[in-house]
């Protein structure tokens, strides 16, 4: 498809158990984000990635939380042990990023999940 | 604390009515962008504004960079039920883009 496809769209899981999310972007898109959103609030940024660059992981909420991204297009979020308070929708956005500064970014759809 | 603040957080108004919402923030920033995300959705993007200053207009909106460029707004003119949503600011620094709280709008008929 041509947009940004996030997998899957919800997601049960029983706490401490491993969860991975994942986000395919638009193709040619070197700058991938992923962000954090609970109920009706805004966006927790969490993680990003341009190119070949290290990834910015300064959003992480604790060292259970990680992410890749393999072949600068695929990227998977890795929650470990998930907690209660890990239930939220998980969004993935990716754009041009070539030095211009605004270019617009592309969300999926989401994952929600839900740790009981 | 919030790099973007947003005001108000819900507003709740009748079909027909004017509004405004607000982003501020202490930084100056390069560019801003304000998306509209509709419930299942993500974000999509109304509008990018550069320069300080700068007023663009999407129909019934109208959006108004500061001319400091460290604050936005958006009004919207007779707001209409299929304007509801959540309304989000993002600064661009760099590459990174981070997003402000919202302003969830509800229109009611």
């Known amino acids: 498809g041509a947009g940004v496809s996030q997998s899957p769209s919800n997601k049960v899981t029983e706490k401490g158990k491993d969860v991975e999310l994942r986000c395919d972007p638009i193709?040619?898109?070197?700058?991938l984000y992923w962000y954090r959103q609970s109920l009706g609030q805004g966006l927790e940024f969490l993680i990003y990635?341009?190119?070949?660059?290290?990834?910015?992981k300064s959003g992480l909420p604790s060292d259970r939380f990680s992410a890749e991204r393999t072949g600068g297009s695929v990227s998977t979020l890795t929650i470990q042990r998930t907690q209660q308070e890990d239930s939220a929708v998980y969004l993935c956005?990716?754009?041009?990023?070539?030095?211009?500064?605004?270019?617009?970014?592309?969300f999926g759809q989401g994952t929600r999940l839900t740790v009981v | 604390t919030q790099l973007l603040e947003q005001s108000p957080q819900f507003l709740s108004i009748q079909e027909g009515e004017n509004l405004t919402v607000y982003c501020n923030s202490s930084?100056?920033?390069?560019?801003l962008q304000w998306y509209r995300q509709e419930p299942g959705e993500g974000p999509v993007l109304l509008v990018t504004?550069?320069?300080?200053?700068e007023v663009k207009k999407l129909k019934r909106l109208t959006f108004q960079f500061g001319d400091a460029r460290k604050d936005s707004s958006l009004h919207i003119t007779a707001a209409q039920p299929g304007d509801t949503g959540l309304y989000l600011c993002a600064a661009n620094a760099g590459n990174m883009l981070t997003f402000g709280g919202g302003t969830r709008l509800m229109v009611k008929p």
């Open positions: 504004v550069v320069t300080g200053g």
């Open positions: 193709s040619g898109h070197t700058a």
């Open positions: 930084s100056v920033f390069s560019s």
């Open positions: 956005a990716s754009r041009i990023a070539t030095g211009r500064v605004n270019t617009e970014a592309f």
């Open positions: 990635f341009q190119g070949n660059s290290a990834p910015d």
